[in-house]
């Protein structure tokens, strides 16, 4: 049995090739980064439990992907660029070919990033993986979840609910194409964090979040943060191409409740629809406008012909749930 | 069973009494922290689980503290001025009582040192514990691992043991007196970070970690890191009162490898040693001269005749090993 020590050593340990902000990585008490004069650091963790962010025997290289991927999706609901992460593992055993997979996973990602590893934590325990990152954005110019205005008009990144449609496919509720499987499961385990569509979103959209529980919780909490209700219509979602074979009740359930879909959910003026369509296109990831924000508080979801749609008012914290 | 983000919301959002660097806590994606120019932000993270680094059924007020107290001990390690931390905690129950008692040990301490919990993340999963914490350090004077110097003195502030003894009493291996159980039990469940020292042994100190795993394997990754060996002498050693009542070996055996003690050790040159007083002073803590750093690679401790005394010369990974 390898120690701790031994552990970090041998996967979570690689020469630092710093960009500059990254002082000191892996190694010491703490790891160090400066930042530059009117730059701000962000910060963010999310922690990943077996049984209720992943199954049980989930692909430790899919799971490396994922639970950086999460991680650096709240940097891009923030407009901030990554710098480095921080990994806190709890592990049942020290599996070296689990921990070879995994890191594989982690670091493939971060490599695409340009971003280190800059220290953390590993013991024994019930599998958990807690990831911590850190990123920069220009004083005031983060894209903040109170930020959003009345009028403005609400946009989502890439489709939605293909996740979901995954996450049903692996727990065999739902059969499906060889080629829509393939996407959905795609979607599930290896989301692609939206990091340089908000960065182009800076001075562009007024509040940001990115999409983890599902579009109507997550756009929910813009507008509790900023006072305001918002009014969708149906119609204008981007559903995944899998889920076209479902019926529109699923479509758009998975769409609007799904959950771990990571696309960014944005707020801009109208004024800005030219400077959104540039970012994403700079970004190279579609855009869809799908309704406006309202002076009237809470959120409706309008069908085709403008009646209220029943759906689900309230984010899954997580599917799992038991 | 309240939702994550009513838990969230109800134990571990307060409003942010910003010391002027956090610029947004709790409640968006990122926390935001900005810094003065010329200072490095550091970072440290660990991860506690039970069954490993507390008992099953631990007092929750406790392990709040504790969970803290832990990670800025990393801090004062590396000389830092504790900003901020974040939380991610997996709890096999949204326990109430629970909660509220682990809230009031962990913000009792974050108010003693004027820290703002800045963010983080509640799930369900088997209880695990993982806290980032952020600090401030100018650059350029953060206490490393890797900048001892051969014929520079050995220190620990405080004095070593009582932790590991107050294990041994909880796991009815041993059995003291009242008041030294009291002693043992508090050092064990309390940990005091020795943040004040730390700060103050900026430019006094050529080297700094906390001991956490046993100051035999602590101070060996100062050595590793650079590329160093030490003498230390047994009988210097500052043997917590608590264990007066134990045999020299069982004292020896816990000051050296005891674990979870979370003072200091430091190292600097004996030009320095007015200094090191100094700081100790300044900071309220007693520090303790024992032994010196070599040329000659290894870790010696000789006893009071000058010869080598027989102990383990591993640190345990934490004491729970299966």
Redesign the interface.
């Known amino acids: 049995m390898a ?3 031994d552990l970090i050593a041998r996967y979570f340990t690689r020469p630092t090739r710093s960009s500059g902000m990254v ?2 990585g892996v ?9 530059p ?1 009117n ?9 990943l ?5 992943f199954l049980a025997g989930a692909d430790p290289e899919s799971l490396g992907h994922k639970s950086l991927a999460v991680n650096l999706s ?2 891009a ?2 407009g ?1 660029r990554p710098l480095g992460f ?5 592990l049942p055993s020290a599996d070296e070919a689990w921990l070879a997979s995994f890191a594989r996973g982690l670091f493939a990602l971060a490599d695409n990033e340009h971003i280190e590893l ?4 590993t ?4 599998l ?1 993986i ?1 990831i ?1 990152v ?2 920069s ?1 220009p ?1 005031g110019h ?1 894209l ?3 930020g959003a205005h009345a009028n403005d008009d609400v946009w989502v990144s890439g489709n939605l609910g293909e996740a979901r449609l995954g996450l049903e496919v692996l727990t065999r509720h739902l059969k499906l194409s060889v080629d829509d499987t393939a996407i959905a499961l795609q979607r599930l385990h290896r989301p692609i964090p939206r990091v340089s569509l908000g960065i182009a979103l800076r001075g562009v959209a007024s509040a ?3 999409i983890s529980d599902g579009l109507i919780g997550d756009l929910g909490h813009i507008l509790e ?1 900023s006072a305001l209700g918002a009014t969708i219509e149906a119609d204008l979602l981007p559903i995944g191409s899998a889920l076209h074979s479902q019926d529109h009740q699923t479509q758009y359930e998975f769409a609007l409740n799904g959950g771990d879909d990571y696309e960014l959910c944005f707020c801009a003026p109208p004024a800005q629809r030219e400077n959104v369509i540039a970012a994403a296109q700079q970004a190279g990831i579609a855009v869809t406008r799908i309704g406006q924000v309202t002076e009237i508080p809470g959120l409706r979801v309008l069908d085709h012909a403008g009646k209220p749609l029943q759906v689900h008012s309230k ?1 899954f ?2 599917f799992f749930n ?1």
């Open positions: 120690s701790e020590f002082q000191l190694g010491d008490d703490c790891a160090l980064i400066s930042l004069a730059e701000s650091l962000a910060i963010s963790t999310d922690m439990v077996e049984g209720r962010h709240d940097l609901a923030m901030a921080s990994l806190a593992l709890a800059i220290g953390g934590d013991t024994r325990g019930p958990n807690c911590t850190f990123g954005v004083i983060a903040r979840r109170d940001a979040i990115d943060r984010s914290d997580h038991p």
